[in-house]
């Protein structure tokens, strides 16, 4: 039996990460869950951010952005940048920031994994704006490494959960992908 449950925005899972963007010539960051890959030639995220976002106003004059992915730990402060706004509150000063070529993409040095964009395309999709930026690099922390590749229990990212409002961790392996589908033939 399935309940109808309305026109809901239910996706599972979501990312919390968190978008970064120099405004007014500060550093600011928000919270973001509407968050995906767009493109892999070139590489590009997409992130959905509600009109009158402070964040939003920085990345419409600087052109650039940064995507950081937290890891659990981070789940307070990350909560915090998505309840105050940086119209209100400075939040600049709340994580150890550094910067590739571009010094208007501030990135976190505590989120394991860091997106440094350009915006592509800018699409309004009613409430909000669909900002598509070409990731121009990516970086990692080190210690996220095994054997020269991303180890996702070592980035440890926090996950967002739509309208329960949780935080969560990443489960158990349940299998490898563009594998085990190879013997699924007789479940067909
Ligand atoms: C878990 C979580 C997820 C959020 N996801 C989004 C999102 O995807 N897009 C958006 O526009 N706002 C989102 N928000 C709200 C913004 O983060 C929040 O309004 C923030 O204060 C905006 O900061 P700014 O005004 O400094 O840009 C989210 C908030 C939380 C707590």
């Not at 590009?44 to 650039?64: Q, S």
């Amino acid at each position: 039996m399935k309940v109808k449950f309305g026109r809901q925005t239910l996706l599972y899972p979501m990312p919390a990460v968190l978008v970064g963007a120099v405004v007014r010539g500060n550093p600011n960051f928000m919270t973001a869950a509407w968050c995906s890959i767009a493109s892999h030639k070139p590489p590009a995220v997409a992130v959905a951010l509600y009109k009158k976002r402070y964040t939003l106003e920085g990345i419409f004059e600087t052109g650039a952005f940064s995507i950081n992915v937290p890891s659990s730990s981070m789940a307070a402060r990350v909560d915090y940048c998505g309840i105050y706004s940086g119209r209100s509150e400075d939040k600049s000063d709340m994580f150890e920031l550094f910067h590739g070529s571009d010094k208007d993409i501030p990135m976190i040095k505590d989120c394991p994994v860091n997106l440094e964009c350009k915006v592509l395309h800018k699409l309004e999709v009613g409430s909000h704006v669909l900002v598509i930026g070409e990731i121009v690099e990516s970086y990692i922390s080190e210690e996220c490494l095994v054997d020269g590749q991303p180890d996702p229990e070592k980035i440890d990212p926090l996950i967002y959960s739509p309208k329960v409002r949780t935080y969560h961790r990443l489960g158990e392996v349940v299998g490898r992908a563009f594998h085990m589908g190879k013997k699924a033939g007789g479940l067909k």
